[in-house]
């Protein structure tokens, strides 16, 4: 981290926020006469979570200037997110429809997000030199270079100028199949890796960006095979290759959409320690969009609280558990009842 000075470290995070219509009550789309209406993104909701916790974060990102660009920012600033480096450029607001699923039926989610505002920017909209000027902390993910080849080379501009201002660069792998191809991510993230200090992603994530295979785990199946992850294999390569300060994955056993088991586990690229975290079953899962950001926002936290390895690992997996008790995109639980969790109680007991 650049600054030791300031009490709280900034954190800037880049990508796109969009307009989230899902349907009420675990309808299916053809049944659905109207739709909830939510505002969320990756890295807009690592952005909220680390605000929730107390640190001062800037969002970045471009939307269009008309009034539902306007309900994108105010969305961001309810939650104590900075938005003065936001561009008002292009023409629309990504749109994304959600359908819940439950039980042994999947969730299902179609993008209406081509030629979004973001998806045209270019690095000549930001001033990265005043955007990272008193910054700590840069986060991206995966999903902002897949949106279009303008938005690889804006988030890689942002890479080079974060690390030109000694930024601790972290990065989620984040891979969306219905973005662009593996091909496409490997050869783009590849490249941004030489930028990234930590790592995080699930085993998807490494294997189809990176081309890292974690044994024979296979999610559909509920199954995880942890030797996977240690060095010889999955982490270890990845910071040979890379030099990341750390690696993390959140682990999902997914016994059915209504029923997951949740973990992770992360490595010290330099030591090659490795630690698993304790395992949650969370069943019944109100919402699990946005449990990935909830595990990043959450270990980002605990490494910039100074906590071990282990101990920030905790906080960002009981984050993402109990993010998958609230609907909507972003994790509201407060830094109290996420390290109530971490430290053991999940009773869920009625606080009077």
């Known amino acids: ?20 219509l899902s349907t009420p009550g675990n309808e299916k789309f053809i049944q659905a006469d109207e739709f909830d209406i939510n505002y969320g993104g990756s890295e807009a909701n690592v952005a909220v979570s680390l605000a929730n916790y107390g640190y001062d974060t800037e969002f970045v990102t471009a939307i269009p200037d008309n009034p539902i660009g306007d309900c994108a920012v105010a969305a961001m600033r309810k939650y104590n997110v900075g938005t003065k480096f936001i561009s008002r450029s292009g023409d629309r607001l990504g749109i994304y429809y959600l359908e819940p699923g439950s039980s042994v ?120 095979e942890l030797a996977g992850y240690v060095y010889m294999n999955i982490f270890g390569q990845m910071a040979d290759r890379f030099g990341f300060r750390y690696i993390a994955s959140s682990l999902r056993e997914s016994h059915s959409a209504s029923n997951n088991g949740w973990s992770a586990c992360i490595m010290d690229g330099k030591t090659k320690e490795f630690y698993h975290s304790r395992k949650y079953t969370i069943a019944p899962i109100v919402d699990r969009v946005g449990g990935g950001d909830a595990f990043t926002s959450g270990l980002i936290c605990g490494l910039l609280d100074g906590k071990e390895m282990k101990d920030a ?29 971490a430290g053991g109680d999940s009773s869920g007991r009625v606080q009077r």
């Open 105 to 224: 039926r999947p969730s299902n989610i179609v993008y209406d997000r081509a030629g979004s505002s973001i998806a045209c920017a270019t690095a000549d909209l930001f001033d990265f030199d005043a955007i990272f000027a008193d910054a700590d902390w840069f986060h991206f993910t995966g999903i902002t270079p897949a949106l279009s080849d303008s938005a690889a080379k804006l988030t890689e501009e942002a890479l080079k100028a974060a690390k030109a201002h000694g930024l601790t660069v972290s990065v989620d792998l984040n891979f969306r199949k219905k973005l662009w191809s593996q091909e496409k991510a490997r050869e783009v993230m590849t490249n941004l890796m030489q930028y990234v200090d930590i790592c995080i992603g699930n085993e998807e994530d490494a294997e189809k960006v990176l081309g890292f295979k974690p044994g024979n785990t296979d999610v559909t199946s509920g199954e995880l």
């Open 1 to 20: 981290m650049k600054s030791e000075e300031k009490d709280m470290a900034k954190i800037v995070t880049m990508g796109e926020i969009m307009l989230r």
């Open 313 to 341: 690992l905790e906080f960002g997996t009981a984050a993402a558990a109990l993010k998958h008790t609230i609907p909507g995109d972003v994790n509201l639980m407060t830094r109290a009842e996420v390290e109530k969790l």
